[in-house]
């Protein structure tokens, strides 16, 4: 038997914060920073409009999250916390991306015991469904959502998730970091 139930997003999470960046850039023809990106949401990152933002999307999404890049430590922290826990992805990708997902993440070859593709950044529900012990995350919104619902919440530091925090969430740097966190939280689990 599995120890804790850990729920972890993807973009931004396993992935690199800033993926999006060069594709987006090019096709905008913009010359955005990852200084400046201070905001979660991509079309108020480049100055347009929403409908734009989609339509590029649209396009481009195959190609965005084939090729995006992991985070540092992602693979062997996962890999070391599947052997004791169990590994949930919750990810607000749209479901048409269901078999996309699964693909990049056995490519990548990460360790998961499911895969929920919501197609909302609502995942509350879901979270609850999964009786999650530790959500790991990088859109501010979603991890103050998750915490006053009752859910700790590893918050991945990134440039536009720099806002204050409250005492069910905690702001991480690395995946070692994680590894250390969640080692904690199940020996605290296993005193009570």
């Not at 999006?20 to 955005?32: A, Q």
């Not at 430590?73 to 052997?83: G, M, N, P, T």
């Not at 998961?112 to 197609?119: H, Q, S």
């Not at 530790?134 to 918050?155: H, M, P, R, T």
């Amino acid at each position: 038997m599995k120890n804790l139930n850990i729920c972890i997003d993807i973009d931004g999470t396993i992935t690199d914060a800033y993926y999006w960046l060069n594709i987006t850039n090019k096709y905008f023809n913009k010359n955005i920073t990852e200084k400046q990106i201070n905001k979660y949401y991509i079309h108020e990152v480049m100055g347009i409009k929403q409908s734009e933002y989609e339509e590029f999307y649209d396009k481009n999404k195959i190609q965005i999250h084939s090729e995006q890049k992991l985070r540092e430590d992602v693979q062997i922290v996962i890999k070391r916390l599947s052997l004791m826990h169990n590994i949930f992805f919750v990810t607000a990708r749209e479901k048409s991306l269901t078999m996309l997902t699964h693909s990049y993440l056995r490519k990548n070859r990460i360790p998961y015991d499911d895969l929920f593709v919501l197609g909302s950044h609502y995942k509350v529900d879901k979270a609850k469904e999964l009786e999650c012990n530790v959500f790991i995350e990088d859109n501010y919104d979603n991890a103050v959502q998750l915490s006053k619902a009752g859910f700790k919440v590893l918050l991945l530091d990134a440039n536009y998730n720099r806002l204050p925090l409250n005492e069910n969430i905690v702001r991480v740097f690395s995946w070692k970091e994680i590894y250390s966190i969640i080692n904690k939280l199940l020996l605290q689990s296993k005193a009570m």
